[in-house]
């Protein structure tokens, strides 16, 4: 089978597996293992987006799907995204260039912060790997593993780690003085 018909295998696969939340935690690996999903996380969700990274500035954030995901998820009403990032993260990227103009035209829909340094001490106590996750409405999850390489599980219906996540995520947000 050649890496095309792979990925599409793998596209139509995540595709379901979001379309109908399954409770499965699954692998990706790489960009474009990590966009496929990412795409199915933000399209798949009605509420809110969290996302805590180290920056938005890789393959994944500067791709057009990315960008298009964002957008519909925008447009849909009341739709919420809040964004946890590292100190001196570099937000440069198709994606993190939308989510920063959206930020000043949907104000108080999409809320951007740095975090403070007893987050990611936080996060390593809930988590045994990874550090930096995106989360979808009360129960879609990436987490990374492996960030520099792109690995990460997920899951698009398991809200017991989402909801460790998030609360340990909107703690983090509601803090003053970020």
């Known amino acids: 089978m050649k890496n ?9 696969a995540v595709g ?11 692998g990706n690996k790489g960009a474009n293992h990590a966009e496929i999903v990412l795409e199915n996380l933000i399209s798949n969700s009605n509420d809110i987006i969290r996302i ?5 500035n890789g393959e994944v954030s500067n791709s057009q799907s ?5 957008e519909a998820f925008f447009n849909k009403p009341d739709t919420k995204l809040f964004l946890l990032h590292t ?5 440069d ?14 104000k108080g829909r999409i809320k951007l ?10 996060i390593h106590k809930i988590l045994d790997v990874g550090e930096f996750f995106t989360l979808g409405d009360d129960d879609k999850v990436r987490i990374e593993t492996e960030p520099e390489k792109l690995e990460a599980i997920v899951n698009f219906n398991n809200k017991t780690i989402v909801k460790v996540l998030t609360k ?8 003053q003085n970020n």
Not at 87 to 91: C, G, L, R, T
């Open 16 to 26: 379901y597996i979001a379309k109908n939340q399954i409770n499965h935690f699954f």
């Open 168 to 175: 340990a995520f909107d703690n983090e947000f509601n803090k």
């Open 66 to 70: 990315f960008k298009n995901a964002l």
């Open 87 to 91: 100190k001196n993260a570099v937000m």
């Open 113 to 122: 912060k740095e975090i403070t340094d007893e987050f990611i001490e936080e």
């Open 52 to 56: 805590f990274t180290g920056g938005l």
């Open 93 to 106: 990227t198709i994606g993190a260039n939308l989510i920063k103009q959206k930020a000043d035209e949907l």
């Open 4 to 12: 095309d018909e792979k990925l599409a295998k793998y596209k139509e």
